[in-house]
């Protein structure tokens, strides 16, 4: 182990280096793989998260085109039906909203550039 003084002012600040590869790699947390692990974890709860929601928006869509064929069809029932099948749809994107601005919590600086410009180009008219 060496020690390295460093002049702050009238004060000797000794340093401490260590030079085991072993020793600082063991001491240093792998970042990328906390990373990955922490954006796997909001990646599966964002799924559980939308489960019901993505269920309800199936069943409320199945039962809305259904409903559009029958002869006998009220435009109000077909109303309710779109505003819940649109209820859904709306919790979905508060929960994927949500997990995009979560997700840039564990990102680098560098890393948010690239993904901004993801989640900006979603905005592309296709």
């Known amino acids: ?63 809305l085109n259904e409903m559009t064929i029958r002869e006998d069809v009220r435009i109000e029932d077909v109303n309710i039906k779109v505003d819940e099948l649109m209820a859904a749809k709306k919790q979905i994107m508060r929960l994927r909203y949500g997990h995009l601005i979560e997700m840039r919590t564990v990102l680098t600086d560098d890393q948010k550039i690239g993904y901004d410009k993801g989640v900006l180009s979603r905005s592309a008219v296709k």
């Open 1 to 63: 182990m060496n020690t390295l003084h460093i002049k702050i002012g009238s004060m000797l600040i000794p340093l401490v280096m260590l030079f085991s590869v072993d020793l600082n790699a063991d001491q240093i947390p792998n970042s990328a793989a906390l990373q990955k692990e922490a954006m796997a974890q909001m990646h599966h709860k964002l799924h559980d998260d939308q489960a019901p929601y993505k269920a309800n928006e199936a069943q409320a869509l199945k039962e």
